[in-house]
């Protein structure tokens, strides 16, 4: 059973979280919208990863940026090589 969560037969509980242990992996079951699936198939596309790094590297990315935004910073990216820098907008 994953360390994550189990599900109670009690309607309307709360799954429990235990953090993982440092290097230890959990699995995970997630339902995501099909403008993520084309997300993840085009990232996988480009880079050749599989669904499961680009899931990882997208939470951590997730994190970092909602780390940037609480402490009242903005984030920039340049979408092309020649272009100016345009702000990111995190909805």
Do not use: C
């Not at 309307?12 to 959990?26: D, H, N, V, Y």
């Not at 699995?27 to 880079?47: E, F, G, H, W, Y």
């Not at 920039?76 to 702000?87: F, G, I, M, N």
């Amino acid at each position: 059973m994953s360390d994550i969560a189990h599900r109670q037969d009690t309607e309307g509980s709360q799954p429990a979280f235990t953090p993982p242990k440092p290097e230890r992996l959990t699995r995970a079951t997630v339902n995501l919208t099909p403008k993520s699936v084309r997300a993840i198939k085009q990232a996988a596309d480009l880079t050749g990863d599989t669904r499961t790094d680009i899931i990882n590297r997208s939470v951590q990315i997730y994190g970092e940026i909602q780390q940037v935004l609480s402490n009242g910073g903005e984030l920039y990216v340049r979408p092309e090589k020649d272009a100016d820098l345009q702000q990111l907008r995190i909805w």
